[in-house]
């Protein structure tokens, strides 16, 4: 009979290699070992894949080596604690998440501030992302009123970096802000720009903001803006905050949303009516 084959995983292949002796309870010369992968620590932190192998008994004289398990003490019977009066527990400390994306929609955060070496490490990984793109180009790095720190691409490429609809750059961004969470412990705002994209994207929402609102109030009808991210969707909402006869408002799923422009009272559903049963005229 075959021996039966054991997959463990560590952060390496000597701690995978650990993780089988201590679970089997049997030193490293009585297994036949198999890697699997050796693992990957990724790019930045991320994408970080953990070893893995598999592992048998190994046979002596035609049989497998069976270790005997460690006798249990026995343990003397716990006394039955007395029912005491319940107490709240302190709460315990979550970990610090990124905060979410959906919160650009809402009031301009402030963010904690930066120092000098630490915009340059910033600096640095975006490089270091452009360079594996093969699209290396020159970077710019200031910090705002708000602590926001703000990250320019110039040259050759800034076509390829923004892509369709400013996609690849929103993608850039959004695996930066990552890489500035895992990095450093205070809340760092990030933003990435590329060749005066966003400053153009901005005002194109603004006019198309209004002339969509303009067509709402002349025919009634609900108008929409097709997916755009947070803070293209803040930046729809400010440019009809003022005008008191349109309503928006931000639908769908995820990261990327459409926003509704619409008459107060028609921009949300309603429930469909109930046919009534036509009433027979009496003969």
């Known amino acids: 009979m075959s021996s039966a084959k054991m997959e463990y995983k560590g952060t390496d292949v000597e701690e995978a290699i650990g993780n089988a002796c201590a679970a089997l309870n049997v030193p490293r010369e ?60 302190p709460a315990v400390p979550k970990a610090r998440v990124e905060q979410p994306a959906e919160n650009d929609e ?23 992302i452009l360079d594996l793109m093969a699209c290396s180009s ?54 990435l720009d590329a060749g005066g994209f966003r ?26 803006i097709p997916a755009i991210n947070p803070a293209e969707r803040r930046m729809v909402h400010m440019a009809l905050q003022d005008d008191t006869e349109i309503r928006s408002r931000s639908v769908g799923e995820g990261l990327f949303k459409k926003v509704l422009i619409y008459l107060p009272g028609k921009g949300r559903r309603r429930a469909p009516r109930k046919k009534k049963t036509a009433e027979k005229s009496p003969e």
């Open 199 to 224: 400053d153009n994207r901005m005002g194109e929402l603004q006019a198309r903001a209004l002339r969509l609102a303009q067509e709402v109030k002349e025919t009634g009808k609900t108008r929409t």
């Open 106 to 128: 809402q009031e301009e955060a402030v963010g904690d501030p930066v120092t000098p070496e630490e915009m340059e490490a910033i600096r640095a990984d975006l490089a270091r």
């Open 30 to 89: 009585e297994l036949d070992i198999r890697i699997i992968s050796t693992g990957s620590t990724g790019i930045f932190g991320l994408g970080r894949k953990k070893a893995a192998v598999q592992v048998s008994l190994k046979k002596e004289g035609g049989h497998e080596q069976k270790r005997p398990a460690p006798e249990k003490k026995a343990s003397a019977p716990k006394a039955r604690p007395e029912r005491a009066v319940s107490e709240k527990k």
């Open 138 to 191: 020159e970077i710019s790095i200031s910090q705002d009123q708000n602590n926001k720190v703000h990250a320019k691409i110039a040259g050759d490429f800034v076509d390829i970096l923004v892509g369709p609809e400013g996609q690849t750059l929103d993608s850039m961004q959004y695996v930066m802000r990552k890489i500035i969470t895992r990095k450093f412990p205070q809340k760092v705002l990030f933003s």
